[in-house]
């Protein structure tokens, strides 16, 4: 607990190796490595929060208890509670040194380091208005320029300091409560080249092992050629992203005006680059969704897909296809079960669908889907998908199911089952394996039903597949939330879980009372979300957490903090 405490005071000091000598170079150092902290009250604010959601009101209270017991009752005497707190790690430009500094608010100095002086030590006058402090074989110089407290491992460190360090933060500090950014174009050219090495060296590996040693197959030999030239130009498009590459940024926010928890991570590449030309223009190419509803708010779990297709990506496609086709092709000559004629018919549809795709990816430029897993058990899953032309789909999946159904246990296609807004729905029926030894079969019976009821419905270019006993009712539902949603950007991805629903549906499946019991414990609030969205010169990943994950977390916590007491 002391030395957490001793960091937490130093502002999350030391980042990599710690430099054990003086730097003639230290004045080439760029920041490499940026932390923000929001302040000390906006700490105490999120906890009170949290604690309140919880049902812990007395958890902010809590952490002022063990500062006072730390501190011998003076707590943070000496800070500006109100203010960030920041640090930032350096590399030389020969690489070999880590120089850091951090720097926290304060309005005396010195009442702060006789407040901590039972948790880091007595600060000791080094000269000069800077104390140093030891803590086993390291050495810490603190010194106060004005309202902050400057903190470095070199006392050479601490000649010139910046006059606001907030400059270094970049307004980190009113965006998250937590921060830390990676200034990639800062790293020295030569460690990144290393880098890039090791990455290079890497996926050579991994080919060798992925290789097939039949040097006499020449279908093999042609796989390998290919395999090869894919994973290579991948491996060097990722090497060129990296050096491309401005800043990296990880984020944590406690929203309470909104309810909710989010971590950021923001990915930005350098303005005029082919990266930052990739991320704009996967930002304006963006179109309006078709399958906004399938986020409904009652389903158990959404996933949207709304992200255009970069000239790469088509390249990497046309490969793909290409593959895909030709181990089609061999794995449908192994079937024993057809005959010569079906072996042939098969490879036709086959060769039909993945040019359907092919003409949509060229077509579309984008994919966009959606899908939606709706009910309390069995379950109906309902998945959208646009393509090029969804008739010429319609058909090729109509002689499919006939060929299919020819040799295994499905029933016959039932065409023109129900119409509504333009699409054609038909139905068939498939019987779950009964396979004792299949523990796949009996989750598959329970989620679905036995035999699973698929409804397929086509437009003019888009189809939608309805798993379970209300496929087609799930089908119209996301239809008809899709025209009434506006058509307005939404992030490029968007996953979302209901977690009540679903610790409701693992209670009642598996007798589970601590799944009810946190089921109970989320509320109506209880939605985790990642999404993915553009933004200047790059993409931001975020997870999002409403009010009733954070009630959730504050229990926890809670309990966590109740077991360490009563432990003690």
Known sequence: MKNLFFFLALGLLVFGPPAAKAQDDAAEAQPVVVVSFSGYAELKRDIEYIGGLSGNPDMAAGLEQLLILLTQGQGLAGVDQARPWGAAVSIT???????????????????????????????????????????????YFITQKGKWAYVAQQKSSLD??????????????????????????NIPQALRDMGADTIMQAFEARLMQGMDDDDDDDDAEEQNELRTELARDKAEQF?????????????????????????????????????????????????????????????????????????????????????????????IDKEEDLDDAQKQAAKELAAKLIAIVEDTVEEQGRLNAGLTVLGEGPLTMVLGCLVADATELEVVVKQLVELVAEDADLSKLKLNVAKHQGFRFHTLTVPVPDDEDNDNAESLRAAFGDPIKVALAFGK??????????GIDGIKQVIDASAETPAEKLPEMTLALALKPILKLAASKGDDARAAQLAESVGDKDRLRITVEPVDNGVRYRIEAEEGVNKLLGQRLGDAARMGGNSR
């Open 93 to 139: 430009a020969d690489g070999s040194q880590f120089p850091a500094l951090a720097f926290l608010p304060v309005t005396d100095l010195s009442k702060l380091l006789d407040a901590l002086a039972g948790v880091i030590g007595e600060a000791v006058d080094a000269g000069d208005d800077i104390y140093e402090i030891k803590r086993n074989t390291n050495s």
């Open 160 to 185: 010139d300091l910046p006059g606001d360090p907030l400059k270094q933060l970049r307004g980190l500090d009113k965006e998250y409560d937590l921060a830390l950014s990676l200034n990639v174009q």
């Open 239 to 331: 090497v060129k992203s990296i050096n491309e590459l401005d800043q990296l940024t990880v984020g944590l926010n406690i929203d309470r005006a909104k309810s909710r928890t989010f971590i950021d991570l923001e990915l930005t590449a350098l303005p005029g680059s082919e990266l930052a030309k990739q991320f704009a223009a996967s930002s304006e190419e963006a179109q309006g969704t078709r399958f906004s509803g399938v986020l409904l708010p009652e389903a158990l779990l959404s996933l949207h897909l709304n992200s255009p297709i970069s000239a790469d990506d088509e390249e990497e496609a046309e490969a793909l296809f290409e593959r895909l086709s030709t181990q089609l092709a061999a794995e």
């Open 461 to 470: 270019d888009i189809f939608y597949v309805g798993v379970g006993e209300d």
